[in-house]
């Protein structure tokens, strides 16, 4: 489960973020997962929630999830096509000249402060 890590990573950030602004908590934090991170969120909120109860400035608060849609680009074709129900193989042309153009990032959007 590499949600720890990711948890952890996200948490440190967080919270310099937090003492940088001088807060007293850190209400929410938003978070952007692309759709073929291999980050599953509902993994992911459960290690969040059990890490806040050890970070006193992250005590309650809550990790809202929203997903980057993935989309493959084919340098075959140069047309974009959806990443899941196609995979790496150009549905327009058949080539696998294919890059994932979105859907592997992990952003932090937004920390709402106190």
């Known amino acids: 489960m590499h949600e720890l890590g990711v948890v952890f990573h996200i948490a440190d950030s967080v919270v310099a973020v937090a003492k ?11 978070l ?9 969120p509902d993994y992911l909120i ?10 006193p400035l992250l005590n309650d608060c ?7 849609h993935a ?4 340098d075959g074709c140069g047309k974009d096509y959806d990443t899941v129900p196609q ?3 150009c549905p327009y042309c058949g080539s696998g000249e ?6 592997n990032e992990v952003n932090i959007k937004d ?4």
């Open 62 to 68: 809550q990790l809202l999830v929203e997903e980057i």
């Open 87 to 89: 995979g790496k193989i």
């Open 98 to 103: 294919t890059w994932l153009r979105t859907g």
């Open 20 to 30: 940088e602004n001088q807060a007293q908590r850190v209400h929410s934090v938003t």
């Open 46 to 55: 459960d290690v969040w929630n059990w890490n806040c109860k050890r970070v």
């Open 32 to 40: 952007q997962i692309g759709q073929v991170s291999t980050i599953i």
């Open 111 to 114: 920390i709402t402060i106190l």
């Open 71 to 74: 989309v493959t680009h084919c």
